[in-house]
């Protein structure tokens, strides 16, 4: 048995909780917050054992194979860096950190303890994502020269909600980065080569919207994310032979691959994912390996990414 415990008691805890149920030999162990109050109302509603009012406690006192951090972005830092302490694998919901200097800190401390650490974009794992490298390696629409895509949607403008919140790490970069940035490359297997972009500041001077535009080794990738207009959120992949559709890229579970004159090939549709399952099975092939990182959703991944955010936010 695999066991996990859960540093924060926020909303996206309910849906890791929920995706960890469906692993036969994963069990949550215990949670815990900076109020018990709010850790044993968790532990109750989704049936964890054990609660605790500190972090630090249930990392002394529970015999955990990993911890799931989700506290919002700002916590981040300190609550890996806690848990690598105690030499604990840690499984950090997207996205890492603030800083590309947090990051490049908090994988260097990883493999000074010895002690794996994987931030959690869940999407670089779902079937849909293998499937759709699956008909890029089998050269279904050629070689990936073009990708363009979008996600956004109209986040409440309220300074105290974590997408308009400085405090908390608000921002469409730092919030829908990980799947602009990480998703894209490795769909089509390419290494991002160089990038630009723009952002439109508004609402408690946050950045509303971003476009960002990237060179792969060989295609052009241009992205749009947004906290304050709902988008469509569909992706394509086109290649001198045909293209790939992702109705709601990041969050979806289809994928539709048609030739060059429009014609529908092939539809993959995976009705049955709740999502962060398949990150989680990735953690547990990780530790159980001996390894300290994923090759997939690897530290260079993070990195790079948290330099586009400081690059964006130097804007």
Not at 174 to 184: K, N
Not at 243 to 253: A, K, Y
Request: charged share 25%.
């Amino acid at each position: 048995m695999f066991r996990i415990g859960i540093i924060g008691a926020a909303r996206i805890a309910h849906k890791f909780v929920r995706s960890a149920e469906r692993l036969r030999d994963v069990k949550i162990s215990a949670v815990a917050s900076k109020s018990l109050e709010r850790a044993a109302a968790f532990a109750a509603e989704m049936q964890i054992p054990i609660s605790y009012g500190s972090y630090e406690e249930m990392l002394q006192k529970e015999p955990l194979d990993a911890v799931y951090i989700a506290t919002t972005m700002n916590y981040h830092y300190e609550n890996t860096m806690l848990a690598l302490k105690y030499r604990i694998p840690v499984l950090c919901e997207k996205a890492l950190t603030d800083t590309a200097g947090h990051a490049r800190e908090m994988f260097r401390y990883a493999e000074e303890q010895q002690t794996f650490l994987m931030e959690g974009t869940w999407t670089l794992f779902t079937p849909k994502t293998l499937r759709v490298r699956e008909w890029i390696r089998e050269g279904r629409i050629g070689t990936p020269n073009l990708i363009q895509g979008n996600i956004g949607f109209a986040a409440e403008k309220d300074p105290k909600n974590r997408y308009f919140s400085h405090e908390l790490g608000g921002g469409a970069m730092l919030d829908l980065g990980a799947y602009m940035v990480q998703v894209p490359p490795y769909m089509v297997d390419q290494k991002l080569v160089s990038y630009d972009g723009w952002t439109v500041r508004g609402f408690n001077g946050i950045d509303e919207k971003i476009f960002l535009s990237m060179r792969f080794d060989q295609a052009v990738c241009n992205m749009i994310g947004s906290l304050s207009t709902a988008l469509p959120e569909e992706c394509l992949i086109a290649g001198e032979r045909g293209f790939i559709r992702l109705p709601r890229f990041h969050l979806g579970n289809q994928a539709f691959l048609y030739d060059g004159q429009g014609n529908l090939l092939e539809e993959y549709s995976d009705p049955d994912s709740v999502g962060f399952e398949y990150e989680i099975e990735e953690m547990i092939r990780c530790v159980r390996a001996g390894k300290i990182q994923s090759d997939i959703a690897s530290p260079e991944r993070s990195i790079q990414c948290a330099e586009i955010a400081d690059w964006f936010r130097n804007k």
